[in-house]
């Protein structure tokens, strides 16, 4: 399993509609999460932590499964300003060794 | 102001020069860090830098030097630079906080990057 892996995309919903991504990793010492959402030529911002079972924000809901080790986002009304691209950012501390790593990215658009 | 700050926002250079990348942030963090985004590849580290004493590699750091000037600054350098460092390169800074019992996270914040090109 690669360290961390999301859905490729992209997605390409109306208006509206619930949408979902998926984003897998590999090290089960890993304790808190992050979605970043990423417009097009910007800097990532933060979106959603999730440390627990989830977290909800909204119309965004972040879920973890630790078991599985994969976590989701869930954005439900879609608006035309949620295109971006969203990125899955799992960090890693241990002893000395710091590491955080991002995904690919999956590419939202949402369409009129 | 933005709180984190790069400069220049965009560079072109030849191959075999030497260049730097600078970053200042005014949010009064201690962590620092540099990341290269490459499409299809995503965002990696190159370096970062828990205080003013400390620097550390991160994933690609063959290449790429850095200083810790002060807590506020932190720069990258290119010593020859080389067409595949053509990319977007992304400064960050981070501060530690409680999120949970027992658990410390950190949100990350970005400068607005600089777009380097590489003939």
């Known amino acids: 399993r690669k360290e961390v892996e999301q859905d490729p995309g992209p997605f390409n919903v109306p208006e509206g509609a619930t949408v979902a991504f998926n984003c897998t990793y590999s090290?089960?010492?890993?304790?808190?999460f992050f979605w970043y959402r990423q417009d097009c030529r910007k800097e990532p911002k933060l979106l959603m932590s999730?440390?627990?079972s989830g977290n909800e924000d909204g119309r965004f809901t972040a879920q973890l499964n630790r078991a599985s080790q994969y976590i989701s986002l869930l954005i439900r009304d879609s608006k035309l300003s949620d295109s971006a691209t969203y990125l899955c950012?799992?960090?890693?501390?241990?002893?000395?060794?710091?590491?955080?790593?991002f995904g690919k990215g999956t590419l939202l658009t949402v369409n009129p | 102001d933005a709180d984190v700050t790069q400069t220049p926002r965009n560079r072109i250079t030849k191959t075999g020069k030497r260049i730097m990348l600078e970053c200042s942030q005014t949010?009064?963090?201690?962590?620092m860090y540099w990341y290269r985004q490459d499409p299809g590849l995503g965002l990696r580290l190159i370096y970062y830098?828990?205080?003013?004493?400390?620097?550390n590699k991160g994933e690609i750091s063959d290449g790429y030097s850095v200083s810790r000037q002060a807590q506020a600054k932190f720069s990258l350098s290119l010593e020859s630079a080389i067409p595949n460092q053509t990319a977007l390169y992304f400064c960050?800074?981070?501060?530690?906080?409680?999120?949970?019992?027992?658990?410390?996270?950190?949100?990350?914040?970005f400068g607005p990057g600089t777009r380097l090109l590489v003939l």
């Open positions: 830098s828990f205080d003013v004493k400390d620097i």
């Open positions: 960050a800074t981070s501060d530690p906080y409680p999120s949970e019992p027992g658990l410390t996270s950190e949100t990350q914040y």
């Open positions: 090290n089960s010492a890993s304790q808190s």
């Open positions: 999730v440390y627990s």
């Open positions: 949010k009064g963090h201690d962590r």
């Open positions: 950012v799992v960090p890693y501390s241990g002893g000395s060794n710091y590491k955080l790593t």
